[in-house]
T-cell receptor, first 114, second 117 residues
Framework: KQEVTQIPAALSVPEGENLVLNCSFT??????LQWFRQDPGKGLTSLLL?????REQTSGRLNASLDKSSGRSTLYIAASQPGDSATYLC?????????????FGKGTKLTVNP | DAGVIQSPRHEVTEMGQEVTLRCKPI?????LFWYRQTMMRGLELLIY????????DSGMPEDRFSAKMPNASFSTLKIQPSEPRDSAVYFC???????????????FGAGSRLTVL
């Protein structure tokens, strides 16, 4: 059974700091990996999607990497801002018995202090 | 595009009552997912539909839960009878799955927060 783990569960940093969020998964047979952002009381917003054949994706100050062989992904946030405060979730896409679904980690709650 | 629309946003009910949550996916999306989020268990997939057909309902916790998708623009998740342990935020999400590329982004609704007393 695929398990997705995110460490740390919470992270607090001062504004301007570069930071890395970690995600690990137990089964490397994934077809993609997605990073989402969730603000309190809101739904999830997709940030980056890395297909299984790719190594990384970038969007603005965000960079996500994928190492399938080791079962790891990182989300790098450059020059963090208070507006980046949110919970960040990673999810791996897998096929099981002909169906496709995402399995989520429990997230890392990020606080960027002004 | 109004995004994925869920209703109600908040529901407070008493144990034993029937609860119906509703979802309107993004127009043109042909896959729809129901997730449940709790502090203890995180986000769990309950069921997903492709072209209005249930593909995987292995995450539905028990027979008290049922989901339908009568057409491409509407889905319901029903809990009958509800119990306090069903209290959670229920999310609906949709995406386009006509061609498998591994690049199909899942779009979430704002969620329905259910409290069962």
């Amino acid at each position: 059974k695929q398990e997705v783990t995110q460490i740390p569960a919470a992270l607090s940093v001062p504004e301007g700091e570069n930071l890395v969020l970690n995600c690990s998964f137990t089964d490397s047979a994934i077809y993609n990996l997605q990073w989402f952002r969730q603000d309190p009381g809101k739904g999830l917003t997709s940030l980056l999607l890395i297909q299984s054949s790719q190594r990384e994706q970038t969007s603005g100050r965000l960079n996500a990497s994928l190492d399938k062989s080791s079962g790891r992904s990182t989300l790098y946030i450059a020059a963090s801002q208070p507006g980046d405060s949110a919970t960040y979730l990673c999810a791996v896409g897998l096929t099981q018995g002909g169906s496709e679904k995402l399995v989520f980690g429990k997230g890392t709650k990020l606080t960027v202090n002004p | 595009d109004a995004g994925v629309i869920q209703s109600p946003r908040h529901e407070v009910t008493e144990m034993g009552q029937e609860v119906t949550l509703r979802c309107k996916p993004i127009s043109g999306h042909n896959s729809l997912f129901w997730y449940r989020q709790t502090m203890m268990r995180g986000l769990e997939l309950l069921i997903y539909f492709n072209n209005n057909v249930p593909i995987d309902d292995s995450g539905m916790p028990e027979d008290r839960f049922s989901a339908k998708m009568p057409n491409a623009s509407f889905s319901t998740l029903k809990i009958q009878p509800s119990e306090p342990r069903d209290s959670a935020v229920y999310f609906c999400a949709s995406r386009v799955d006509r061609f498998f590329t591994g690049a199909n982004v899942l779009t979430f609704g704002a969620g329905s927060r259910l409290t069962v007393l």
